[in-house]
Antibody
Framework: EVYLVESGGGLVQPGGSLRLSCVASGFTLSSYDMNWVRQAPGKGLEWVSYINTLSSSSYYADSVKGRFAISRDNAKNSLYLQMNSLRAEDTAVYYC????????????????WGKGTTVTVSS | ETVMTQSPATLSVSPGERATLSCRASQSVTSKLAWYQQKPGQALRLLIYAASTRATGIPARFSGSGSGTEFTLTISTLQSEDFAVYYCQQYNNWPPAFGRGTTVEI
């Protein structure tokens, strides 16, 4: 069975940093472009970041550009999100999600999702 | 940026009834529209992609239609497990964008 499991969430002060991880099982991460999507409390879904299979292209939502960095380690079947200069509005559940579109094509819809990890930014 | 608008925000239906959910895009997304189901404590589930293609393992009671700017998700005969929040998402224009969701409640 195919799984994504996120970790690394927690409580952090405004201006702080956090690194999220996502481990894939049941499939080879290196064959898929990957994404992070977040959901603020009581709100809808917001796409955050995308990275292609080769790590040669990555993209970010305007709300996180310059503060967040997506990366991957295909050998470890893992995806990461480094989050710096965190703000209260970054408080959300962060989901790792597999891109269903064929690799290296910048179109994103997602066919496998993790259950998320919660990030709370508060003093 | 493409804005996705879903209606209604909440849909109250009874088991066995038909549910029709709408999604409108602020500009054409051709047929590049996906629908997802979200239930508490569970991973999000892809239901429909390319506006009308059911994802693997999705029951035939779920159907999608539309193109351009107007889309519909229909659940023909609601089962108890279908009460959830449903999101549409466009992937024709960058960045990908979700609607705010429709809650289907009993």
């Amino acid at each position: 069975e195919v799984y994504l499991v996120e970790s690394g969430g927690g409580l952090v002060q405004p201006g702080g940093s956090l690194r999220l991880s996502c481990v894939a099982s049941g499939f080879t991460l290196s064959s898929y472009d990957m994404n992070w999507v977040r959901q603020a409390p009581g709100k809808g879904l917001e796409w955050v970041s995308y990275i292609n299979t080769l790590s040669s292209s990555s993209y970010y939502a305007d709300s996180v550009k310059g503060r967040f960095a997506i990366s991957r380690d295909n050998a470890k079947n893992s995806l990461y999100l480094q989050m710096n200069s965190l703000r209260a509005e970054d408080t959300a559940v962060y989901y790792c999600a597999r891109d269903a579109v064929e690799p290296l094509i910048r179109e994103v819809y997602m066919d496998v999702w993790g259950k998320g990890t919660t990030v709370t930014v508060s003093s | 940026e493409t804005v996705m608008t879903q209606s209604p925000a909440t849909l109250s239906v009874s088991p066995g009834e038909r549910a029709t959910l709408s999604c409108r895009a602020s500009q054409s997304v051709t047929s590049k529209l996906a629908w997802y189901q979200q239930k508490p404590g569970q991973a999000l589930r892809l239901l429909i992609y390319a506006a009308s293609t059911r994802a693997t393992g999705i029951p035939a009671r779920f159907s999608g239609s539309g193109s351009g700017t107007e889309f519909t998700l229909t659940i023909s005969t609601l089962q108890s497990e279908d009460f959830a929040v449903y999101y549409c998402q466009q992937y024709n224009n960058w960045p990908p964008a979700f609607g705010r969701g429709t809650t289907v409640e009993i």
